[in-house]
Structure formats: structure tokens, C-alpha cells
């Protein structure tokens, strides 16, 4: 059962990962609406007002570099995943990782992978805050939204050259969702289409916790390739990459999470 408490910005640890880029766009925190006049004074000397439980977030390093967002949801098996954020320099990742958990007891129980091992490699896990996941989140939107030209023009090349010669059969594969991504979410993503419900599928993993990927039926393979302009387009803070799918990959990756 999910922890329901408010955090010091206003929402639960389930919302952060769809909340991402309005943490980031908006002004001073919100700490809540002023008390109003029966507060003003206690009759107890000793009374004290409860702070906001702490933010639900690790910071995670040493992690391999061709690691996935379900490699370190499967290192935090058990846990309630709510968002995992990789930190990048340059474009590279540097083997860190912010992940968000369902409610702030589950951070002990992070603290405990401390050390283990996530493939070949030792994995430490450290205390973190949220000002810190938030200072991340900008950082990676920042170089989402500008960058290197340079850098960006020679990662396209080698990245089409695959996409451009794909069959289009009306399917597309998105990856790196926002494990808290809804239909709607994806259906606001691709607004200049027409889909319904029934045409995403949202895939999971054998727990039933989302992967980061999803699957899209549009009406045709014209729409599907039109579509693809927005790859590498963001979800939030996120930048989603699109592949040419087909329906047996669509049924095959579904069937797994059932």
C-alpha cells in the first residue's frame, strides 16, 4: 500500500516523476497555505509542529554504464520505484543515478544495498535530498534543451541510420518513460494524433511495475512514421526515444508482463 503523506512541496513521492519540469519552471517552494488565526498561539509552552517527512531519495554510483532504468528498479527489488533520474556530463553518463522511492522509511531499506552488486560491479547507495534530485533534474533539462551542436548533430547520424531504413507497420516502441507515465500522458505526447486508450500499451515487468517502455498502435504505417519526428522529444524532463515497432514485438513484450 502506497504512503499517501505530503512532502514538503506539496505532493506525494508517486507524483514527482510527472512533476518533474513544473519543479523545475516554478518560482520559490511551496511550503503550504499560512496557518490561519487559531494558530497563532498554544496553550502548551512545549507544542511544536510536526516537520514534513524527508524526501523519499537515494543517490546511487558506480553503476554500470550500459545500465537501464530496470537494471536499478530490479537492484531495488522489493522497493516502490517511483522515479529514477541518470546523471549525465557532456552527454555521458557517469554511472550515478538519482531513485526516487514511495514514502521516506523505504530509504533505510535502500541504504541496505549499500556496497551490493548491480552485474559485475559494487554499487554504493548514499543518503540524498531533494534539492539535490531537483538541482539534477534542471541540469539534465538544460542539456536536453541546448548542448553541443556539435555533439548533438554526430549522435543523430549514427543514432537514424538504423530508424530511417526501419519498416514502419503503425507501431512504435517508446523508451525511457517516466516510470510514473500514464496513457494520457502519452496520449498528450503524440496530441496531433488520433489514439485511444486501447492503442497504448504501457509494458511491465513480472511484478506488474512499469519498465519505462511502452508500445503505440497508430491507424496506419503513414502515422506512425510521422510520428517519429518526436523522437528525442521530452515527457517532462525526459527525453523519449521512439523505435519502429511491429505487433508481434508489441504482443510478445506484453505477454511478458502478465
Known amino acids: 500500500m502506497f504512503y499517501r503523506g505530503k512532502f514538503a512541496d506539496g505532493g506525494d513521492g508517486r507524483e514527482m516523476g510527472a512533476k518533474r519540469q513544473r519543479v523545475v519552471d516554478q518560482g520559490p517552494p511551496f511550503y503550504g497555505t499560512s496557518p490561519g488565526p487559531s494558530f497563532m498561539y498554544n496553550a502548551s509552552p512545549y507544542s511544536y509542529v510536526n516537520p514534513s517527512p524527508p524526501f ?86 538544460s542539456d536536453t534543451r541546448g548542448g553541443s551542436p556539435h555533439r548533438r548533430v554526430q549522435r543523430a547520424k ?28 502519452i496520449m498528450e505526447f503524440f496530441k496531433d494524433f488520433v489514439l485511444s486508450e486501447e492503442a497504448i500499451h504501457i509494458t511491465m515487468n513480472s511484478e506488474g511495475r512499469p519498465t519505462g517502455e511502452a508500445f503505440v498502435e497508430f491507424a496506419n504505417a503513414e502515422d506512425s512514421k510521422a510520428a517519429m519526428v518526436k523522437d528525442r522529444m521530452t515527457l517532462g524532463s525526459r527525453y523519449i526515444e521512439l523505435f519502429p515497432s511491429s505487433q508481434g514485438e508489441l504482443e510478445e513484450a506484453v505477454s511478458r508482463g502478465r
Open 56 to 141: 523519499p531519495v537515494v543517490r546511487i554510483r558506480g553503476l554500470p554504464f550500459d545500465c537501464t532504468e530496470t537494471d536499478v528498479a530490479e537492484f531495488f527489488h522489493g522497493l516502490d520505484i517511483v522515479d529514477i533520474l541518470f546523471v549525465h556530463n557532456s552527454g555521458k553518463f557517469t554511472g550515478e543515478a538519482f531513485c526516487v522511492l514511495g514514502y521516506p522509511l523505504q530509504v533505510d531499506f535502500a541504504l541496505q544495498r549499500n556496497r551490493q552488486n548491480l552485474g559485475r560491479r559494487y554499487v554504493e547507495v548514499f543518503r540524498s535530498k531533494r534539492q539535490e534530485y531537483y538541482k539534477a533534474i534542471a541540469k539534465e533539462v
Open 158 to 185: 549514427s543514432y537514424d541510420e538504423g530508424k530511417d531504413s526501419a519498416e514502419h507497420t503503425g507501431v512504435l516502441r517508446l523508451r525511457g518513460l517516466p516510470f510514473s507515465a500514464g496513457k494520457d500522458d
